[in-house]
């Protein structure tokens, strides 16, 4: 069964600034999906990003980028010019290519505090 | 609007009586999944449903049921809740493939 590993609880960034989120996760599959979710104090789940492994190129949405590395099994998220809006509980998920029901494997999130 | 609904958002509710969260979707999404969020744990998949008639367990399914007798609606039952289904609950829907899957706006449950 595939795993995804969040290993920082917390990050603080200060306004403007840019924090990085890291994320692994195994699995022995070659293909497969990644996203990364923001969940503001609303509860809602807001997809970020997403990167499909067999693209090498990294996935960019304006201020947020991921550094995909597929043989470290790493997907890390930077949030460019932090914005006291991107202050949020944010999760990794892993998704098989031919995943039953579609299913999401999350992280356990990571928390990020943006200081004016 | 693309959207999919929960309720009730919010319920309060004591150990053993029976209990429904209902989910509805107006995408015409195949896929459905229901998923509880706990503390550190991030997001875990209860039950999902590829069609009409089609479900199957996820990673949690002890505790509860599920339905898919129309392809918007997708309940979620808690037959006889106990204290350790107090959680937050999430529904989605999604088409496949690399798309992403829409979540529902949560339904925050505590059992007493």
């Known amino acids: 069964a595939q795993t995804v590993t969040q290993s920082q609880p917390e990050m603080s960034v200060q306004e403007a600034e840019t924090v990085t989120l890291s994320c692994t996760y195994d699995t022995s599959e070659s293909d497969y999906y990644l996203f990364w979710y923001k969940q503001p104090p609303s509860r809602q789940m807001i997809l970020v990003i997403r990167q499909e492994a067999y693209k090498q190129q990294n996935a960019t949405e304006n201020r947020f980028s991921v550094n995909f590395q597929k043989a470290a099994k790493s997907f890390s998220l930077k949030i460019s010019d932090s914005q006291l809006g991107d202050a949020a509980m944010y999760f990794c998920a892993y998704r098989s290519y031919g995943a039953a029901g579609n299913k999401l494997t999350f992280g356990g999130g990571t928390r990020v505090l943006v200081k004016p | 609007e693309a959207q999919v609904t929960q309720n009730p958002r919010y319920l309060i509710t004591v150990t053993g009586k029976k209990l429904t969260v209902t989910c509805s979707q107006n995408m015409n999404h195949e896929y459905m999944s229901w998923y509880r969020q706990d503390p550190g744990l991030g997001l875990r998949q209860i039950y999902y449903?590829?069609?009409?008639?089609?479900?199957d367990k996820g990673d949690v399914p002890e505790g509860y049921k599920v339905s898919r007798k129309e392809k918007r609606n997708f309940p979620l039952i808690l037959e006889s809740p106990s204290p350790n289904q107090t959680s937050l609950y999430f529904c989605?829907?999604?088409?496949?493939?690399?798309?992403?899957?829409?979540f529902g706006p949560g339904t925050r449950l505590t059992v007493l």
């Open positions: 449903s590829m069609n009409v008639e089609v479900t």
């Open positions: 989605a829907s999604s088409t496949g493939g690399p798309y992403e899957q829409f």
